[in-house]
């Protein structure tokens, strides 16, 4: 099997998706789009654009999961993107309304109350009132951070 860092040896390729957690794709998956900075070439991710710092290593798109799942399944690229949208929809849709969405072996999703306080911009030393308002918060499990740290490795 033939992974999507098609320009990396197997072991290299082995070893950015153990690091990141993601299985490689099947080799019928067309190559991805280039991710410039981090490793200095195409290694498999598309560009995206954040505030996030660059040395975080490759960026796994949502355009870049449809390919994956429609490729591992033998699914459209529209029906796998209905499927992404539907299980993101549904997380959105139930933590916005007070609940959690929990993922065994992944993590949980939940809402969090910040009570009201003043904000200082540290700019311009302007004061800002902000009322109580809720923010979504991710607590990752113990499998989902030994993935991350390396210590287990990722089901297939």
């Known amino acids: 099997m033939t992974s999507s860092f098609h320009h990396l040896s197997r072991s290299a390729a082995l070893n950015i998706s153990r690091k990141h957690c993601l299985r490689p794709a099947v080799s019928s998956v067309a190559p991805f789009r280039s991710y410039s900075s981090g490793f200095g070439g195409n ?79 540290p700019r311009t030393g302007e004061t800002v009132f902000k009322g109580d308002r809720k923010v979504p918060k991710f607590k990752a499990f113990t499998n989902f951070k030994d993935c991350v740290e390396g210590t287990k490795s990722v089901k297939k």
């Open 43 to 121: 290694h498999g991710f598309s560009t995206v654009t954040s505030n996030a710092p660059k040395d975080n290593g490759p960026v796994l798109s949502k355009a870049d999961l449809a390919q994956i799942i429609s490729a591992e399944h033998d699914l459209k690229m529209a029906e796998s993107n209905r499927i992404i949208d539907t299980l993101l929809d549904t997380i959105v849709e139930a933590v916005s309304k007070e609940g959690t969405v929990s993922v065994a072996g992944f993590g949980k999703f939940f809402n969090k109350k910040l009570e009201a306080r003043d904000y200082r911009n």
